[in-house]
């Protein structure tokens, strides 16, 4: 069995959980299957999608990337702090963050190829180090008093329908398409062309399936390595403003713990822990499992706690089939 199989296999089964999870919740509350939730759903996800991109590109060469949970904060609170404090407009101040993220992805990368740091390493120092800088910049408090126009792209919807009552009420027809959602998709297009269509993916593989092999083919290993941690940083500091922008508020405290659910989407969709393996529909897949999990057992009432766990035991799972395709 070769690896397009492997993870063919692997992403039908994702698809097959994402049916059955969607099925169960559907019949355990009334509310599940509806257009509302379905739009907060695909909402809800994009974070988890977005950083999943990223941490696709970079685990199929062999990497990791702890960092983008912190990254994303860092990004969120300079974004803010240059429409509060610079009075800079929203649209710059946010492609700031995003450079702040795309700097940060830049440095794990040279940390990784320039310095041989293992990524393991490289990526949880810059966790550290990016974290400590949005609480030391903001005083660890938060950045309100940004206005409405902050709020747009996170909370902004395209196609929303809305109709006045006779009681003078807004009656929301159609929610519309999330500003968010609309992102996810678009990125994931090109992200999945990229690697799918374009030289840099086919390098991208290569290096991840055996760089001394791609290396002697020609392949400029570091250079393919230090862009998949600039991608990587870079859709971190986009979900950091998105994030950010749906609070309406900077908190240095975001993203705690994103960075793992950015990798366990990208695993369960598919892609391989020891590189060469991976695909952007199997991280999507994979990113709106933990989602409907997430959401369904919040509608069944089950504490933050409980489903701690079982999005952990789904992890461990998870990775325990991935090591046993791997060794057959």
Known sequence: MNDKQKDLIQKFAALGSLVALTAVFSLTSSAFFTLNN?????????????????????????????????????????????????????????????????????????????????????????MMVARGVAL???????????????????????????????????????????????????????????????????????????????????????RVTLITYVISGTLAGLTGCVLMSRLVTAQPNEGVMYELDAIASAVIGGTSLIGGVGTISGTAIGAFVIGILRNGLNMNGVSAFTQQIIIGLVILVTVWIDRLRNRR
């Open 136 to 222: 030391q910049i903001t005083g660890a408090r938060a950045v309100s008093g940004l206005g409405d126009a902050f709020g747009e792209l996170g909370n902004g919807a395209l196609f929303r329908v809305v109709t006045i009552g006779d009681d003078g009420f807004p009656n929301v027809v159609f929610p519309g398409i999330p500003y968010p959602v609309i992102l996810m998709i678009v990125i994931g297009l090109a992200a999945a062309v990229m690697l799918n269509r374009t030289v840099l993916g086919r390098h991208i593989y290569a290096v991840g399936s055996n760089a001394e092999a791609a290396r002697l083919s020609g392949v400029n290993v570091n």
């Open 38 to 126: 379905g739009m907060t759903i695909a909402l809800q996800v994009t974070s988890i999608a977005l950083l999943g991109i990223g941490a696709t590109c970079v685990i199929i060469t062999g990497g990791i990337d702890l960092s983008v949970g912190s990254v994303l904060a860092l990004a969120g609170v300079v974004a803010a702090l240059a429409v509060k404090n610079l009075g800079l407009p929203v649209p710059v101040a946010m492609v700031i963050g995003i450079l702040v993220g795309t700097a940060c992805g830049a440095i794990n990368g040279l940390l990784v190829t320039e310095m041989k740091l293992p990524p393991f390493i490289a990526t949880l120092g810059m």
